[in-house]
């Protein structure tokens, strides 16, 4: 590994870190939290791929804005992200476009706010916490949400001034079991008021 990576991982590693010689991915027993400010994210997680995270993998950062107008130049990977996560996983304020690629089993929360998803293929299909994808206003349908969720589901001001959700896609949500609360305002909510 590059000097740059083992620094980074000995920075934000809250516990021990290994670079697994079988996957060649770094597997972490403990929590990774990344969400420093102002957030540097040149190069994001340093080309390091992660395996898996026995507890928390927080991953908050926003590149450099283009323009207060628009979302932030150069996403971060999801490809990047572990392939399980034993606690809460958040990928919010990443710039992504897509879930494909990141964890398809956490251990608590799932959270991926503030960012131009246009849906949520590749989020796990069970989550035993709550699944959190708040301000994600290029939505256009509800696919890929989680199948099953322990708590509850938030779409809170998802996308209240854009029209371009599908509404025919709608139905994904009620086929979908959740255990809480389905919290949701703004344009969402005139859909489910029926």
Same mark, same amino acid.
């Given at each position: 590994?590059?000097?740059?990576?083992?620094?980074? /991982?000995?920075?934000? &590693?809250?516990?021990?870190?290994?670079? @697994? !010689?079988?996957?060649?991915?770094?597997?972490?027993?403990?929590?990774?939290?990344? &969400?420093?400010? !102002?957030?540097?994210?040149?190069?994001?997680?340093?080309?390091?791929?992660?395996? #898996?995270? &026995?507890?928390?993998?927080?991953?908050?950062?926003? !590149?450099? /804005?283009?323009?207060?107008?628009?979302?932030?130049? @150069?996403?971060?990977? !999801? #490809?990047?992200?572990?392939?399980?996560?034993?606690?809460?996983?958040? +990928?919010?304020? +990443?710039?992504?476009? *897509?879930?494909?690629?990141?964890?398809?089993?956490?251990?608590? =929360?799932?959270? +991926?706010?503030?960012?131009? /998803?246009?849906?949520?293929?590749?989020?796990?299909?069970?989550?035993?916490? *709550?699944?959190?994808?708040?301000?994600?206003?290029?939505?256009?349908?509800?696919?890929?949400?989680?199948?099953?969720?322990?708590?509850?589901? =938030?779409?809170?001001?998802?996308?209240?001034?854009?029209?371009?959700?599908?509404?025919?896609?709608?139905?994904?949500?009620?086929? *979908? #079991?959740?255990?809480?609360?389905?919290?949701?305002?703004?344009?969402?909510?005139?859909?489910?008021?029926?």
């Amino acid at each position: 590994m590059k000097k740059n990576q083992i620094v980074f /991982l000995d920075k934000f &590693t809250k516990g021990v870190w290994k670079l @697994n !010689p079988l996957t060649g991915l770094v597997d972490i027993e403990g929590d990774f939290i990344y &969400t420093d400010f !102002p957030r540097d994210v040149k190069h994001h997680l340093r080309g390091i791929k992660f395996g #898996e995270v &026995t507890g928390n993998f927080i991953f908050e950062a926003q !590149p450099p /804005l283009t323009s207060v107008y628009f979302w932030p130049r @150069n996403p971060v990977n !999801p #490809e990047d992200f572990p392939r399980r996560v034993g606690g809460n996983f958040s +990928c919010s304020r +990443c710039s992504l476009k *897509s879930l494909v690629g990141g964890p398809k089993e956490v251990g608590g =929360n799932y959270s +991926c706010s503030f960012n131009p /998803l246009e849906n949520f293929e590749g989020a796990p299909e069970r989550i035993p916490g *709550s699944f959190v994808g708040r301000f994600n206003h290029d939505l256009t349908s509800f696919k890929g949400i989680p199948k099953f969720i322990e708590g509850d589901l =938030n779409l809170q001001d998802g996308n209240w001034w854009q029209q371009t959700l599908d509404t025919n896609n709608l139905n994904i949500i009620s086929e *979908s #079991e959740i255990k809480g609360n389905i919290k949701f305002d703004g344009v969402y909510r005139e859909y489910f008021k029926k």
